[in-house]
């Protein structure tokens, strides 16, 4: 039999590392507080997880949020200046219907929520903008009015 039909991998594989962002990780206090959480529960599965293959995803998942963790850089909101800014709420009209949304990190991001991310390219559209700007974008995003 030739080799190029013998399987090179075994099924007993480690799961592949998790892709890591470059770039800052910035997060709300909820999002720290999510990335606490997901440390703390990976930290109990492990002690009573006896299969092995769960086991080495849940370290490597472990390894993940624990290097989120020591990468994050807190940032609080403020509306002092009234420019929009990460962990701003904001409403916007587009294409003539209205969102809202608040800009996040990347890992506690869920559009189904209303939470995007600081680096998604409507974020970042209007990142600086304030209430009654209209930002004329190329592209899908068209014209987004901040109300």
Do not use: C
């Not at 991998?9 to 892709?19: C, D, L, N």
């Not at 472990?62 to 963790?69: C, D, G, I, M, Q």
Request: charged share 25%; proline share 5%; no cysteine.
């Amino acid at each position: 039999m030739s080799r190029a039909f013998v399987k090179e991998t075994a099924e007993s594989a480690p799961p592949p590392e998790r892709m890591v962002d470059d770039g800052p990780n910035l997060v709300t206090p909820e999002g720290l507080a999510q990335i606490e959480a997901h440390i703390a529960r990976i930290e109990a599965a492990l002690q009573s997880e006896a299969n092995v293959l769960l086991r080495e995803t849940l370290a490597r998942d472990l390894r993940y949020w624990t290097l989120r963790k020591a990468s994050a850089e807190l940032v609080t909101a403020t509306d002092s200046d009234g420019a929009i800014a990460f962990g701003s709420r904001v409403t916007i009209r587009r294409g003539g219907r209205r969102q809202s949304f608040r800009i996040v990190g990347v890992d506690e991001a869920d559009a189904a929520r209303g939470l995007i991310s600081f680096r998604a390219p409507l974020a970042q559209a209007i990142l600086g903008a304030r209430r009654g700007d209209v930002i004329e974008t190329a592209g899908p995003l068209g014209e987004i009015e901040i109300l």
